[in-house]
């Protein structure tokens, strides 16, 4: 599988980014696909995952309420609608597969595919 992740760049704190996540490779509704981030100096925190029929699991913690997961079957691609960005959630944001369907789905290591990463730069 191949990830292409998009759409990241700077917005004020407040705004909004839409971020894309192209897929390739393998029957699309075959795997999860999830968004996590890494923040400089910190590890990679997962952020959401939609599984195979579309349902959503969000970091409550930190984006719950203000980040939306969604797929298209007929893009085969994966959508990150972030909305009032806060300083905080500065950070690569990083798309990844998991045709597994495991438990551990907020852990990396349950991932077997992953995109480059896209940058998303909110200021204050």
């Known amino acids: 599988v191949q990830l292409q992740a998009s759409g990241g760049g700077l917005v004020q704190a407040g705004g909004s980014l839409r971020l894309s996540c192209a897929t390739s490779?393998?029957?699309?509704?075959?795997?999860?696909l999830a968004w996590f981030r890494r923040a400089p100096g910190k590890e990679r925190e997962f952020v959401a995952r939609?599984?195979?029929?579309?349902?959503?699991?969000y970091n409550e913690d930190s984006v719950k309420g203000r980040f939306t997961i969604s797929r298209d079957y007929d893009k085969n691609t994966v959508y990150l609608q972030m909305n009032s960005l806060r300083p905080e959630d500065t950070a690569v944001y990083y798309c990844?597969?998991?045709?597994?369907?495991?438990?551990?789905?907020?852990?990396?290591?349950?991932?077997?595919?992953w995109g480059q990463g896209t940058q998303v730069t909110v200021s204050s």
């Open positions: 990844a597969a998991d045709s597994s369907g495991g438990v551990y789905y907020t852990q990396s290591r349950e991932y077997e595919y």
């Open positions: 490779g393998r029957t699309f509704s075959s795997y999860a």
């Open positions: 939609i599984e195979r029929t579309g349902g959503g699991i």
